[in-house]
Nanobody, 119 residues
Framework: QVQLVESGGGLVQPGGSLRLSCAASRSTFNIYDITWYRQAPGKQRELVARITSGGSTHYADSVKGRFTISRDGAKNTVYLAMNSLKPEDTAVYSC?????????????WGQGTQVTVSS
């Protein structure tokens, strides 16, 4: 079992920055692929950024060049640095850990953190 705790959300003005953290309860977190998702009111959940256990990254087109995902293995934490924030980035951001181990799919979710971009 892996528990994920997100933090770092809040209210920021357009053009501002935030850094979200996804902290895991176990060091085996480092073998998981970690994905940040977001869901705005009335909209479907969408993938924002992913980092694999090997360090490969993938971004949604809407955040490329503005968001950066990274992981600190020593701290069992994945970060999402968000720059040049726009009102349309407003959503609940959640992190997800997934991996298949010996044929069994493991999936864990955090509780989410609210990001509001508004003047």
């Amino acid at each position: 079992q892996v528990q994920l705790v997100e933090s770092g959300g809040g209210l920021v003005q357009p053009g501002g920055s935030l850094r979200l953290s996804c902290a895991a309860s176990r060091s085996t977190f480092n073998i998981y692929d970690i994905t940040w998702y977001r869901q705005a009111p009335g909209k479907q959940r969408e993938l924002v950024a992913r980092i694999t256990s090997g360090g490969s990254t993938h971004y949604a087109d809407s955040v490329k060049g503005r968001f950066t995902i990274s992981r600190d293995g020593a701290k069992n934490t994945v970060y999402l640095a968000m720059n040049s924030l726009k009102p349309e980035d407003t959503a609940v951001y959640s992190c997800n850990a997934e991996q298949t181990i010996v044929g069994v799919r493991y999936v864990y979710w955090g509780q989410g953190t609210q990001v509001t971009v508004s003047s």
